[in-house]
């Protein structure tokens, strides 16, 4: 258990189950009263945030995050399954929990998963992966410049822009933490 | 940053001490390290080897008050344990003051001639506020008469200071609960509250004010029971000062006020933590 004196920014701890990080923070003392400590919080698993204050005296629960290397296996339905590295043991995680990050899931991609107790609340993905072009109009021929872009499909479907010059069939490289496109592996 | 806190610091003492000097005040020392602190529920010494560091000066300056010294302040250090925060820090500078045969009313008057003195460009409109009433309009109940230690200091952090920055310049909450009156008189025609204020600017608490308790039995009453609380609480218990308490039932009628320097001086330059303010204060705190 962590005492109300032990809170700071960026704590994590735990709230009626839920795992919780401290974003703001502050000491607060009136006139002649209680030590109190005002956070702001939030709830990592709905993503809420709420402001909640502890006095001196209160005790809250620590929160144990554990984060483990995991490989994509395969889809089942909207879930996306990931065995461990270690146990062999499997992950799914909803295409929810995923958001955006689902679109540049590929076959043996190795991941980093955050647990709290067993229940998955982040991953962390390569921060590039390579992906092929399916569809986009041809470029003009011998036009290098990488500053005009076009729309282009990526074989799942997802719109990303490209320059002019990338063909359909061409291999290329996104950054999965900004979801855009990062340079030409190979021609198709 | 674009001030020299340490430049503004000193024009602002200079003002603090020429204000006093010209009001015929007699500046005073009186001990850091001293044998037991001030019993106060959520006030919490430094021990300095086999004493304390001083919580606040105000022991030493009733006695000297008892001892014949009509008008008397002191500004210097003042040390409490674990307090850090944008508007706190374990070692502070307090500006105490105390006058025989006065009372909070008249230290009201005498607070706000001194901050136009010495920060001109201050609001000069203030507002005083019964307790009561800020309690009942920002909070939805009345702490006198119906108080509650947890909820007074919970909704007096969320709800009435708040409002009280809203509302902008100086603000003066009056007459507090007498449960929270610390070393304030009990009102003589409203038993359920103290002869407590606190002004607060822009909604920072700067300063505190009482007419003082002199009533040696009634003192001792407050200092046991406090005793008991802060036991209960797992709190070191300050053994009870004999030398103060003889010192009360010879003391005038008289009002003090307690008020932090370094909030003042934030204040004064727009800022809203004492992180640029207190010389060589490490970020990190502690």
């Given at each position: 258990?962590?005492?109300?004196?032990?809170?700071?920014?960026?704590?994590?701890?735990?709230?009626?189950?839920?795992?919780?990080m401290i974003t703001n923070f502050e000491f607060s003392k009136p006139g002649k009263g209680q030590a109190l400590y005002?956070?702001?919080?939030?709830?990592?698993?709905?993503?809420?945030?709420?402001?909640?204050?502890?006095?001196s005296v209160e005790k809250i629960k620590r929160c144990a995050l554990l984060s483990r290397d995991f490989t994509f296996s395969y889809?089942?339905?909207?879930?996306?399954?990931?065995?461990?590295?270690?146990?062999?043991?499997?992950?799914?995680?909803?295409?929810?929990?995923?958001?955006?990050l689902k679109n540049f899931i590929v076959d043996d991609m190795q991941v980093e998963i955050l647990f709290h107790n067993d229940r998955a609340l982040d991953i962390t993905l390569p921060n590039f992966v390579e992906m092929v072009i399916a569809e986009t109009e041809p470029g003009a021929r011998g036009d290098t410049a990488t500053n005009v872009m076009k729309p282009a499909k990526l074989e799942n479907g997802y719109e990303i822009n490209v320059p002019i010059f990338i063909n359909e069939g061409d291999t290329i490289r996104i950054d999965t933490r900004t979801g855009t496109y990062a340079d030409r592996v190979s021609k198709g | 940053m674009d001030f020299d806190s340490i430049?503004?610091?000193?024009?602002?003492?200079?003002?603090?001490?020429?204000?006093?000097?010209?009001?015929?005040?007699?500046?005073?020392?009186?001990?850091?390290?001293?044998?037991?602190?001030?019993?106060?529920?959520?006030?919490?010494?430094?021990?300095?080897?086999?004493?304390f560091l001083r919580t606040s000066p105000e022991m030493f300056?009733?006695?000297?008050?008892?001892?014949?010294?009509?008008?008397?302040?002191?500004?210097?250090?003042?040390?409490r344990q674990g307090e850090f925060g944008p508007l706190h820090h374990p070692e502070y500078t307090m500006l105490e003051w105390y006058r025989a045969n006065a009372d909070y009313m008249d230290m009201l008057e005498e607070t706000t001639a001194l901050v136009a003195r010495v920060w001109p460009e201050?609001?000069?409109?203030?507002?005083?506020?019964?307790?009561?009433?800020?309690?009942?309009?920002?909070?939805?109940?009345?702490?006198?008469?119906?108080?509650?230690?947890?909820?007074?200091?919970?909704?007096?952090?969320?709800?009435?200071?708040?409002?009280?920055?809203?509302?902008?310049?100086?603000?003066?909450?009056?007459?507090?609960?007498?449960?929270?009156?610390?070393?304030?008189?009990?009102?003589?025609?409203?038993?359920?509250?103290?002869?407590?204020?606190?002004?607060?600017?822009?909604?920072i608490e700067l300063a505190n004010a009482y007419s003082e308790l002199t009533?040696?039995?009634?003192?001792?009453?407050?200092?046991?029971?406090?005793?008991?609380?802060?036991?209960?609480?797992?709190?070191?218990?300050?053994?009870?000062?004999?030398?103060?308490?003889?010192?009360?039932?010879?003391?005038?009628?008289?009002?003090?006020?307690?008020?932090?320097?370094?909030?003042?001086?934030?204040?004064?330059?727009?800022?809203?933590?004492?992180?640029?303010?207190?010389?060589f204060r490490s970020p990190a705190g502690r």
């Open positions: 258990m962590y005492s109300a004196s032990d809170l700071k920014k960026g704590l994590k701890i735990e709230i009626d189950g839920d795992p919780c005002r956070c702001k919080i939030k709830n990592l698993v709905t993503g809420n945030t709420f402001d909640k204050t502890y006095r889809l089942d339905g909207g879930n996306y399954v990931f065995s461990d590295n270690a146990t062999y043991e499997e992950a799914s995680l909803t295409d929810e929990l995923l958001g955006d | 430049v503004l610091r000193d024009a602002l003492m200079r003002r603090i001490r020429a204000f006093f000097y010209e009001c015929g005040f007699t500046e005073v020392e009186t001990p850091l390290r001293i044998e037991t602190p001030c019993l106060e529920l959520h006030i919490d010494a430094e021990p300095s080897g086999d004493h300056h009733k006695q000297l008050l008892a001892a014949g010294h009509e008008k008397i302040f002191e500004v210097g250090k003042c040390f201050a609001s000069t409109s203030w507002r005083v506020l019964a307790v009561s009433d800020a309690f009942r309009e920002f909070a939805g109940w009345d702490p006198a008469g119906s108080y509650d230690a947890d909820r007074f200091d919970i909704d007096l952090v969320e709800k009435v200071e708040p409002a009280l920055k809203e509302l902008g310049g100086p603000v003066v909450l009056i007459d507090y609960p007498i449960e929270a009156a610390a070393l304030a008189r009990r009102k003589p025609d409203h038993p359920l509250v103290a002869e407590r204020w606190e002004l607060y600017i822009d909604g009533d040696p039995v009634e003192q001792r009453r407050r200092f046991e029971e406090c005793a008991d609380q802060r036991k209960a609480l797992g709190k070191e218990v300050y053994p009870i000062d004999e030398g103060f308490l003889q010192a009360l039932a010879r003391m005038p009628p008289s009002g003090g006020v307690a008020l932090g320097v370094d909030r003042l001086l934030m204040l004064a330059a727009g800022e809203n933590s004492l992180d640029a303010m207190i010389p």
